[in-house]
């Protein structure tokens, strides 16, 4: 409708390799995901064979250790292509976030023999994986999760139900956290349980309001039997594994909020200087003016947040606190932004015509997965004044 066409975001890369890398993404996007990303939304399709070019384009590995075959950049860049990525169709950045997940715990715990037995198909194998911690009663309140993994000789089975998961039923591995001890935190342990396991079972994808090419389902382990070396770290070890997982996940999700407010921005914009009211276009008007203004304003200083906590974890300094004010600014600002970007285009905004209703859709879900805002305000509560007396 304009011929202002969006300015791409300049990233902040410390290398060549990572502008390069940079340069890489955005050509896959323009070929692979932006012209068939809301027809594919609209029908719910799964764009499992652009994750298999992802992962042959080392870009399911990024912040890995390339001795197992992952790319070796800063969490900084990393998250700067997840950026990229969810800006072009948050099915594909949330589900490279939830992928990377699924990886930390054996790349952060697993032995040496593990990490090399595994990791490579994990990293650039063309593989798929998933992250199962949340459960039908234990969503926020982890801790208490039930599925029960019992030793038997040399293996272990796993029986109970995982749900939210994102992959469900299409991951080729599954990171589970199951109850092996006492109740609590300290009775849980990690495994690596491939997605073919007999006794593993999917339920149908849930029927969700946004991200609908993206599939959530529930999971069942009927005595899903694992050997004792795909349990990763050490027995009661699993939940400060998980806890682990999720403040760099809450990273990911952060940049992935990001990209989806920055794709409205880019919307509202070019819609704004295009669609004349009273002889003259939109933009003009100081009301919508100052809209737009916020809108920039809320991504800028988002983006500014995930990237001074990524920076605290590529230096290896505590960053679980930013970790989750970047993850509860990020998500409601892409949730307002999308609100903004709607009223913007008005009665257009509201239609399937134009993605600003979608990304309205979508950004709803990322201020819960990974721990809900409210939980994210309690981390940080915790990080200024201790845990809660009881």
Known sequence: MSDRAPQPVECQLPTEESQDLV??????????????????EDAGHFPRELFTLLSASGLLGLPYDSAHGGGDQPYEVYLQVLEELAAARLTVGLGVSVHSLACHALAGYGTKAQRAEHLPAMLGGGLLGAYCLSEPASGSDAASLRTKAVRDGDDWVITGTKAWITHGGIADFYTVLARTGQEGPRGITAFL???????????LPEKKMGMKGSPTAQLHFDGVRVADDRRVGDEGQGFAIALSALDSGRLGIAACAIGLAQAALDEAVEYAT???????????FQGLR??????????EAGRSLYLAA????????PFSQQAAMAKLFCTDAAMQVTIDAVQVLGGYGYTADFPVERYMREAKVLQIVEGTNQI??????????????R
């Open 376 to 389: 994210q305000r309690m981390v940080i509560a915790r990080h200024l004044t201790g845990p809660e007396t």
């Open 23 to 40: 340069a890489l993404v955005r050509d896959i996007i323009q070929r692979e995901i932006t012209p068939s990303a809301a027809e594919e």
């Open 310 to 317: 990524a920076r605290l974890r590529d230096a290896g300094r």
């Open 290 to 299: 100052f809209l737009l203004a916020d809108m920039a304003t809320r991504i």
């Open 193 to 203: 349980v491939p997605g073919d396991a007999p006794g593993l079972t999917a339920a």
């Open 274 to 284: 295009g669609r004349r009211q009273f002889g003259r276009p939109i933009a003009d």
